[in-house]
């Protein structure tokens, strides 16, 4: 039941206002990407464009490494990222982007009109990636600068749901390929996000896992894979005496001195 969650967005952007610290506390701007149906490859040149880039969640097409002056968005596995409680989907999110000839960044990411957690950067650099853990289920957010945690920070228990993502470019120029958002919610940390995993409270279950026969669980998350009735004689074990012979349930004719209890009642005479 594996479904990832991937927020894909190329743009560039070419502003030549100044970084100042002032903008640290300033609204962002922001591209509204509006219906499903202003998202096609149709979509103006952003080179000139003189606001930022916004993600509001939805259902959008995806972009491709060709697509580098227009933000496009792919929403491939449903609703909105969910609620920070165990049972739900999107507890943890991870976000990973690529950017070239950075002169400074700014992220935010938010629950409606509140900041649940921020990003600037103003170093000048050529080439830099990014990854971003927001984790809802033990609080706290990360920060990956290529492959190397530099930040983890703490976020309040009140927020339950990432419904936005802010990308501020106006500290100068600099441009960005494809960035994901993929939800990596592990609650049992048995490798396998909640999408995949059919039981992410049970690390012993996981596709791949071995199958226990007769203990009721689907083990390996495929229900193909048979828990009982493995002879496929429509009899589940115990009531199937022998789950290995499809001529042996109850209900079978019993065939006298072959030694086998075919209709798995005792009661009926085999022989003597």
């Known amino acids: 039941m594996k479904k990832i969650l991937i927020i894909i967005i ?3 952007f070419w ?3 100044a970084f100042s610290q002032a903008l640290m506390n300033e609204d962002f701007e922001s591209y509204d990407q509006g219906p499903i149906a202003n998202q096609n490859p149709g979509w ?3 080179t000139m464009a003189t606001a930022d880039v916004k993600w509001d969640g939805g259902d959008f097409t995806a972009c491709t490494e060709q697509d580098n002056n227009r933000a496009y968005l792919s929403y491939t596995s449903g609703d909105n ?3 920070r409680v165990v049972v739900s989907s999107a507890t943890q999110m991870q976000l990973d982007l690529h950017v070239v000839n950075e002169t400074g960044f700014h992220i935010r990411f938010n629950q409606d009109n509140e900041n649940i957690f921020e990003y600037i950067n103003s170093i000048n650099i050529q080439e830099i990636s990014y990854k971003f853990i ?7 957010a990360e920060v990956y600068i290529n492959d190397t945690l530099v930040q983890t920070s703490s976020i309040e228990n009140n927020y339950t749901n990432l419904t936005s993502i802010d990308f501020s470019n106006s500290f100068g120029k600099f441009k960005l390929g494809c960035i994901y958002l993929t939800d990596i919610t592990d609650i049992d940390n048995d490798g396998y996000t909640i999408y995949s995993d059919c039981d992410d409270n049970n690390p012993d279950v996981h596709p791949g896992a071995t199958e226990i026969v007769y203990n009721g669980i689907d083990d390996d998350c495929n229900p193909a894979t048979l828990d009982n009735d493995l002879d496929q004689d429509g009899f589940n074990s115990p009531a199937d005496c022998d789950d290995n012979n499809p001529n042996v349930h109850p209900g079978a004719t019993e065939i006298v001195y072959n030694g086998i209890d075919d209709d798995c009642n005792p009661a009926t005479l085999d022989n003597d």
């Open 10 to 12: 190329a743009f560039n």
């Open 15 to 17: 502003i030549t206002n």
């Open 44 to 46: 103006s040149d952003f």
């Open 81 to 83: 990222v969910e609620s």
């Open 134 to 140: 927001i984790d809802f289920y033990n609080l706290k």
